[in-house]
């Protein structure tokens, strides 16, 4: 079964404070790694996308890796805004579907 | 501007009405998908529609319906025989042969 966990649940920074998110899965075969990230009461909002190990996509203070059994988001620096919850996805390869496979998220507050 | 619309951003029904949920697209995205998110759990997919006129079950469809009869429009209803149909109802979408999914802002429904 194609399963995401990840870690930790939640984890509370101080502003400037860097840190890693884990996302790790198991699945079949790996189509796509998706990042998103939710704010209270909105809808995911897309981050990055990783297809292959060793791969890395960079946006502001966020970077995203990826090897053959997880993927980590590195947060650098991070402000306030940075806080939200971050949701990882897996796209198994699945004939003629594009379903995605999500963890339950990191909630990640950063304090001033 | 381009972009998932979902309606209404809060829904209260009594236990044993049937709902129906909006979600349009003018992403000109052939995909459409519709996820069930609830506290502490990952989103989980009810059902999706790569073309007009077709879909699938997603891993929790007991209880709901769907239709595509145009490109732009997936409507989710939530029967009377949904047991928990009380969450937060994500609409999203994605470009044919692409597989990162667009979300839209969300519909927070609750059944008393």
């Known amino acids: 079964e194609d399963q995401v966990t990840q870690s930790p649940e939640a984890l509370r920074l101080q502003e400037g404070e860097s840190s890693s998110l884990n996302c790790s899965y198991t699945v079949s075969g790996l189509r796509g790694l998706f990042w998103y990230r939710q704010d209270p009461g909105k809808g995911p909002e897309f981050l990055f996308t990783?297809?292959?190990a060793g791969e890395e996509k960079e946006k502001e203070r966020l970077k995203a890796t990826l090897t053959k059994k997880e993927s980590f988001l590195h947060i650098t620096a991070p402000k306030p805004e940075d806080s939200a919850t971050y949701l990882c996805?897996?796209?198994?390869?699945?004939?003629?579907?594009?379903?995605?496979?999500f963890g339950q998220g990191t909630r990640l507050t950063i304090n001033p | 501007d381009g972009g998932i619309t979902q309606s209404p951003k809060y829904l209260f029904r009594k236990e044993g009405q049937n709902v129906t949920l909006s979600c349009e697209q003018n992403l000109n995205h052939d995909a459409m998908y519709w996820y069930r998110q609830d506290p502490g759990q990952g989103l989980r997919l009810i059902y999706y529609?790569?073309?007009?006129?077709?879909?699938q079950k997603g891993d929790i469809a007991e209880g709901y319906s769907v239709s595509r009869e145009k490109k732009e429009s997936f409507p989710l209803t939530v029967t009377s025989a949904q047991k928990n149909p009380t969450a937060f109802y994500l609409c999203a979408s994605s470009r044919e042969r692409a597989y990162e999914q667009y979300f839209g802002p969300g519909t927070r429904l609750t059944v008393t």
């Open positions: 996805a897996v796209q198994p390869i699945i004939q003629g579907a594009q379903k995605l496979v």
């Open positions: 990783l297809y292959s």
């Open positions: 529609s790569q073309i007009v006129n077709d879909f």
